[in-house]
């Protein structure tokens, strides 16, 4: 296929994509200027919808007339479904909703076991209603967007013990979370094709991952989720690249690479050889900081998170790319989606026509609807969703930053239930993080890695940080463990149980190496899914220092 037959698909394709997604966009659009009618709507099509499913009969839905009615009912965590989840798993019908489960999704925090998210059709369509603007979004705000690839994030099969379930347990693929036709659009626009899904082995994964990326050169669009996704993807590009190069250059997958015969076969279907291209990277210098423009010179757009602490490896992508805008994605999770980001601005609007929210004030714990929010104010999110969650605290803390007419804009904050608490010091991972920021502010650096990880040896217990100073820096350890310790003990707990010598001061333990790349391997053979890790800058798992660094 010539250049000019390649690049004419591959505007159509992302041109049908927009058009695809704009009734999603002028839906949305009309939807926050009557926040109150639409999410008033969406409840009352969820509790009818499910009125006669073993839920709605117990908290007896067809009684429920308004949104103060429903308010009624009980805050759930995902522990108040264990019998419904066990239930759908049998196969039993009408659990949680009128809908047919298709699957049951795992999902896991850094600190959490696995849970079972029911997915519906209804669900689907609910994150379709918030993908559809985000992407019509991204079209309009960067027109030239049209004219090039995408690479999505595609994470490697994870073994998950689930237990026997006569439900699909995951997604075949991460593209499910698109409707058929955008799927059918993906084929033609993503530069990495969807079966690399099934390549188990990480290293495999990393090498043909960055192979499909550096053979095309017309690269606009990036998106993952944490950005440390592509920034450890990149760093392991300089050492791979002379065999990518001769992969490039044969059309041919290096014979080293782990795969059977039949994934082989067709991954290297999307493979030709491809002369002009490796001479072009072979020019490229890779120790320069921003190599990766040279790489993808068009690129546009880099969607990642940048809320939270993300903000290191976010500066890291904005140096790798300088000609592109670092667009922060909004606040999602596998049980559904709050925000999303919208054109230049990256404002996160909040998702009103995709679930029912609520928003629980952390200052005086009372609930407000998504139209009876402040700016300014704190709040924990709770869902309902087309899935068969009903009051479901997600857990997350967000701040209103204002409003796109009547919808509010949030910005991620932290989690409410990340707490360690040894012998009592309850300390909270927003505590830990504003520490060690004050530290950072206060040695003028910024750390490559930080994480605060509890320790217990005997009846002793106490913390340990374990740090990567940015290079170059002579930072005392004992200077940054005293510190850390002044900092903590403004937690009226952790100085009580300091005071008491039932924790031992702070330790600090100096990582070398690439922490980040360690402790991303680390979570990974923890069954965690590579594109779907978050770093924490708070451990609650007392083995996590001798694990992560054994």
Same mark, same amino acid.
């Given at each position: 296929?010539s250049?000019?037959?390649?690049?004419?698909?591959?505007?159509?394709?992302n041109?049908?994509?927009?058009l695809?997604?704009?009734?999603?966009?002028?839906?949305?659009v009309?939807?926050?200027r009557n926040?109150?009618?639409?999410?008033?709507?969406?409840?009352?099509?969820?509790?009818?919808?499910?009125?006669?499913?073993? +839920?709605? /009969?117990a *908290?007896?839905f067809?009684?429920?007339?308004?949104?103060k009615?429903?308010? !009624?009912l009980p @805050?759930?965590? #995902?522990?108040d479904?264990a019998?419904?989840?066990d239930?759908?798993?049998?196969?039993?019908a009408?659990? +949680?909703? /009128?809908? *047919?489960v298709?699957?049951l999704q795992?999902?896991?925090g850094?600190t959490? !076991?696995?849970k @079972?998210?029911? #997915?519906t059709?209804m669900?689907?369509g609910?994150?379709r209603?918030?993908?559809?603007?985000?992407i019509a979004?991204?079209?309009?705000a960067f027109?030239?967007?049209l004219?090039?690839?995408?690479?999505?994030?595609?994470?490697p099969?994870?073994?998950c013990?689930?237990?026997k379930?006569?439900?699909r347990?995951?997604?075949?693929?991460d593209?499910e979370?698109l409707?058929?036709m955008?799927?059918?659009?993906?084929r033609?626009?993503?530069?990495?094709?969807p079966?690399i899904?099934?390549v188990?082995d990480?290293?495999?994964?990393?090498?043909?991952?960055?192979?499909?990326?550096?053979?095309?050169?017309n690269?606009r669009?990036?998106?993952?989720w944490?950005?440390s996704f592509?920034?450890?993807?990149l760093?392991a590009?300089?050492?791979?690249?002379p065999?990518?190069?001769r992969?490039?250059?044969?059309?041919?997958?290096?014979?080293?690479?782990?795969l059977?015969?039949a994934?082989?076969?067709?991954?290297?279907s999307y493979?030709?050889?491809n002369?002009?291209r490796?001479?072009?990277l072979?020019?490229i210098?890779?120790?320069s900081?921003?190599?990766?423009?040279?790489?993808?010179?068009g690129?546009?757009?880099?969607?990642?998170?940048t809320?939270?602490?993300?903000e290191?490896?976010?500066?890291?992508l904005?140096?790798?790319?300088?000609q592109?805008a670092?667009?922060?994605?909004?606040?999602?999770?596998?049980?559904?989606i709050?925000?999303?980001?919208?054109?230049?601005?990256?404002?996160?609007?909040?998702?009103?026509?995709?679930?029912?929210?609520?928003?629980i004030?952390?200052?005086?714990g009372?609930?407000?609807?998504?139209?009876?929010?402040?700016?300014?104010?704190?709040y924990?999110?709770?869902?309902t969703?087309g899935?068969?969650?009903?009051r479901y605290?997600?857990h997350?803390?967000?701040?209103?930053?204002?409003?796109?007419?009547?919808?509010?804009?949030l910005?991620?904050?932290g989690?409410?239930?990340l707490?360690c608490d040894?012998v009592?010091?309850?300390l909270?991972?927003?505590?830990?993080?504003?520490c060690i920021r004050?530290?950072e502010?206060?040695?003028?650096?910024?750390?490559?890695?930080a994480?605060?990880?509890?320790?217990?040896n005997?009846?002793?217990?106490?913390?340990?940080?374990?740090?990567?100073?940015p290079?170059?820096?002579?930072?005392a350890?004992?200077r940054?463990a005293?510190?850390m310790?002044?900092?903590?003990?403004?937690?009226?707990h952790?100085?009580?149980?300091?005071?008491?010598s039932?924790l031992?001061?702070?330790?600090v333990?100096r990582?070398d190496?690439?922490a980040?790349?360690?402790?991303r391997r680390?979570?990974?053979?923890k069954?965690?899914?590579a594109g779907?890790i978050?770093?924490?800058l708070?451990?609650?798992?007392?083995?996590?220092?001798?694990e992560?660094f054994?």
């Amino acid at each position: 296929m010539s250049n000019a037959v390649r690049n004419i698909r591959v505007f159509l394709a992302n041109l049908a994509w927009l058009l695809s997604c704009m009734p999603g966009w002028v839906s949305f659009v009309c939807a926050t200027r009557n926040v109150k009618r639409v999410q008033a709507s969406l409840l009352t099509r969820m509790l009818r919808r499910n009125r006669h499913t073993d +839920l709605g /009969r117990a *908290h007896r839905f067809e009684s429920i007339l308004n949104e103060k009615d429903y308010a !009624a009912l009980p @805050l759930t965590d #995902y522990e108040d479904y264990a019998d419904s989840i066990d239930a759908i798993k049998s196969g039993r019908a009408s659990v +949680l909703t /009128r809908d *047919h489960v298709d699957l049951l999704q795992p999902t896991s925090g850094s600190t959490s !076991a696995t849970k @079972l998210i029911p #997915y519906t059709k209804m669900l689907a369509g609910q994150f379709r209603a918030a993908i559809d603007p985000w992407i019509a979004s991204l079209y309009l705000a960067f027109p030239s967007l049209l004219f090039g690839r995408h690479y999505w994030s595609i994470s490697p099969s994870t073994p998950c013990p689930t237990g026997k379930s006569s439900v699909r347990v995951g997604f075949a693929g991460d593209d499910e979370y698109l409707g058929f036709m955008q799927r059918s659009f993906a084929r033609v626009l993503f530069a990495v094709p969807p079966e690399i899904a099934r390549v188990v082995d990480h290293d495999d994964f990393e090498y043909l991952t960055l192979l499909f990326l550096c053979r095309e050169s017309n690269l606009r669009l990036i998106s993952v989720w944490h950005p440390s996704f592509m920034t450890v993807l990149l760093k392991a590009l300089p050492r791979l690249f002379p065999s990518i190069l001769r992969d490039i250059e044969s059309g041919a997958i290096n014979p080293d690479i782990k795969l059977d015969r039949a994934l082989r076969q067709k991954l290297g279907s999307y493979l030709s050889p491809n002369l002009n291209r490796a001479k072009e990277l072979a020019q490229i210098d890779l120790t320069s900081p921003s190599f990766a423009h040279a790489i993808w010179p068009g690129m546009r757009v880099v969607s990642c998170w940048t809320d939270g602490n993300s903000e290191p490896w976010r500066s890291e992508l904005a140096v790798l790319f300088p000609q592109a805008a670092i667009q922060g994605k909004g606040l999602a999770a596998t049980e559904g989606i709050v925000s999303f980001p919208l054109g230049k601005s990256g404002q996160k609007v909040c998702a009103v026509r995709s679930h029912y929210f609520e928003f629980i004030d952390a200052a005086n714990g009372e609930a407000r609807r998504a139209w009876e929010v402040e700016a300014g104010r704190e709040y924990g999110v709770v869902l309902t969703t087309g899935g068969g969650l009903y009051r479901y605290r997600l857990h997350d803390i967000v701040r209103v930053t204002g409003f796109d007419h009547q919808a509010p804009c949030l910005e991620f904050l932290g989690r409410d239930n990340l707490v360690c608490d040894l012998v009592g010091e309850k300390l909270n991972a927003r505590h830990v993080e504003s520490c060690i920021r004050g530290i950072e502010r206060e040695l003028g650096c910024r750390f490559a890695f930080a994480m605060l990880a509890p320790q217990k040896n005997g009846i002793r217990a106490g913390y340990v940080l374990l740090a990567q100073p940015p290079a170059g820096q002579d930072l005392a350890d004992a200077r940054i463990a005293d510190l850390m310790e002044t900092a903590l003990r403004t937690n009226y707990h952790y100085d009580h149980a300091r005071r008491l010598s039932q924790l031992e001061p702070v330790r600090v333990l100096r990582i070398d190496g690439d922490a980040t790349e360690k402790y991303r391997r680390h979570l990974i053979g923890k069954a965690m899914k590579a594109g779907d890790i978050k770093f924490q800058l708070l451990s609650t798992d007392v083995a996590e220092s001798t694990e992560f660094f054994a």
